[in-house]
């Protein structure tokens, strides 16, 4: 406790106040300058009507062992009809980087161009680089009509 | 004619005192050895990016960014604006040529080691130019909106995304929303037009500032000659003349290439159509592409991707500062342990560059 710190005590804060007031008054400015710029970067999200079902078509028209690419929304869905008849239904999004897949007639498989990536009939990976099998979707056939909805 | 010259010039000269500038051409000079080559490749590189704004400039007149309209766009200066095809084909070829004598530039430095004190920012900032250029390789690949060029931006941004904490958001960013869209259409647009160019000539402006202040770099075993049989070259015109007609040549060679192999516009994009084969990036994004092919998909806990991309990151930060921690060029002496690095990383590139290009 000797004097001169004492005496050097209120000087030092009240530099410090008048320091982090300016320092903490640019960085505020900044952040009001910045925030809005960062948040009109980040792309809104779209008010999109959520599809939970498409029609895919009828059934007595699609082929044994094909598949084709449905609209689901604004997603792409591979709806595949096996040779015993069953009509399946999976995301047509690749796992592995985001490719479209398409069905294959010679191999009777689920493949992706972009790196050579092999999915069964069932969506799951059976070659090629893919981490998961593709998503499923629910199919309902009512009547003769084919109707694909998301799984929940 | 001559006194109408000399009055322009000395009235231009009493106003800003071209005479300093004039004093300092007439004493720039280059030095002549018999690597000497090398020093063309900045000045080429210079050239094809001239090349490019001119060109680029020219394309924005009749292109439309969007996603109904950018491939008709390109569909409608091809074929229906007077020598539209041959602008776009330059621009195309103009774009890969730049890249190619970048890395060439690169290169030729790296092993003259021509970063080495006191220009390591002449270095940092070519690099931070090669960056942006692969950037604006990039997002110029999309314009188009062709199928091959939707796909690839599509695997691009995904390798992106699974960078770990800051992949999702990048991804978003770069795509304008969760998938690649008209949205990412319109930000590619944006950043190849105006932020990439913008950042661009503030940092050439940067290097070539450097290179006006420092002069030519010397190599070594230059240096270490006796200041007698350290031969030179003025500048201007010699030099510069030089400089010209390998301009020349590489304007000619970009037209023969742009006239006899036209680039391909392909197939308008389609978010429902499934992706053809054969999607691959552009050629110098290709090595580190196919090196990702050849990790496994899970590496201990990590998936193989993230490593891939975080071992090309380190290996990126590593090399763009060399000159900071190669001391030992910096103080004169021979450093192989570089010409091992730079010949390791140049057949790297150029054998994975192959395998992907054949696979």
Redesign the interface.
């Known amino acids: 406790m000797d004097t001169p710190t004492t005496l050097d005590q209120p000087q030092h804060s009240k530099r410090d106040f008048l320091k982090y007031l300016l320092g903490g008054g640019i960085l505020a400015w900044l952040g009001a300058v910045f925030y809005p710029v960062f948040a009109y970067l980040k792309p809104p999200k779209q008010g999109d009507v959520e599809v939970t079902s498409v029609k895919a078509g009828k059934l007595s028209e699609i082929e044994k062992e094909s598949g084709v690419i449905v609209r689901f929304g604004n997603k792409p869905v591979m709806m595949v009809r096996t040779a015993e008849g069953e009509v399946r239904a999976f995301s047509a999004t690749c796992t592995h980087l985001d490719c479209t897949v398409q069905f294959r007639k010679d191999t009777g498989v689920i493949w992706c161009a972009c790196h050579n990536g092999k999915y069964d009939l069932n969506g799951r990976v059976v070659g090629g680089p893919p981490p998961r099998p593709l998503d499923e979707y629910r199919v309902i056939i009512q009547a003769d009509e084919v109707i694909i909805s998301s799984r929940t | 004619m001559k006194t109408l010259w000399n009055r322009t010039f000395t009235w231009i000269d009493e106003r800003v005192q071209l005479s300093d500038v004039m004093h300092f051409l007439e004493k720039k000079s280059v030095p002549v050895h018999s690597h000497s080559v090398w020093y063309y490749f900045g000045g080429v590189s210079l050239f094809l990016f001239i090349i490019q704004v001119v060109t680029g400039i020219l394309l924005l007149l009749y292109y439309k960014g969007s996603e109904e309209l950018a491939f008709e766009s390109i569909q409608f200066i091809m074929a229906k604006v007077e020598f539209g095809w041959l602008i776009r084909s330059i621009h195309s070829w103009a774009a890969n040529l730049f890249i190619l004598s970048a890395f060439i530039h690169m290169f030729s430095v790296l092993f003259e080691k021509a970063y080495r004190k006191p220009r390591e920012l002449t270095w940092l900032s070519g690099m931070i130019l090669l960056f942006l250029g692969m950037g604006f390789g990039f997002s110029g690949y999309l314009l188009p909106w062709n199928e091959v060029s939707f796909?690839a931006t599509?695997?691009g941004t995904?390798?992106a995304g699974v960078l770990p904490v800051v992949g999702e958001?990048l991804m978003?960013?770069l795509?304008?929303?969760e998938?690649?869209?008209g949205?990412t259409l319109s930000r590619f647009f944006g950043f190849h037009v105006a932020v990439l160019p913008g950042i661009f000539t503030v940092v050439l402006g940067l290097h070539l500032l450097l290179v006006q202040r420092q002069g030519m770099s010397k190599p070594l075993s230059y240096e270490r000659l006796p200041a007698t049989d350290q031969k030179t070259m003025p500048f201007f015109p010699n030099f510069m003349l030089r400089d010209l007609l390998l301009w020349l040549l590489v304007l000619n060679l970009l037209a023969i290439l742009a006239v006899f192999f036209p680039w391909e516009l392909g197939v308008k994009a389609d978010?429902?159509?499934?992706?053809?084969?054969?999607?691959k990036p552009e050629w110098y994004f290709m090595f580190m592409f196919q090196t990702l092919?050849y990790i496994p998909?899970?590496l201990w806990f990590l998936?193989g991707e993230v490593v891939g991309i975080l071992l090309f990151s380190l290996a990126g930060v590593v090399w763009m500062f060399i000159p900071f921690w190669d001391k030992k060029s910096s103080r004169g002496e021979e450093n192989r342990f570089i010409n091992y690095i730079g010949l390791f990383a140049l057949i790297y590139i150029i054998i994975l560059t192959t395998i992907g290009w054949l696979s």
Do not use: L, M, N
């Open positions: 796909f599509k695997v995904d390798i958001p978003v960013f795509r304008g929303g998938d690649v869209t949205a978010q429902f159509a499934p992706a053809p084969a054969g999607i092919k998909g899970e998936e």
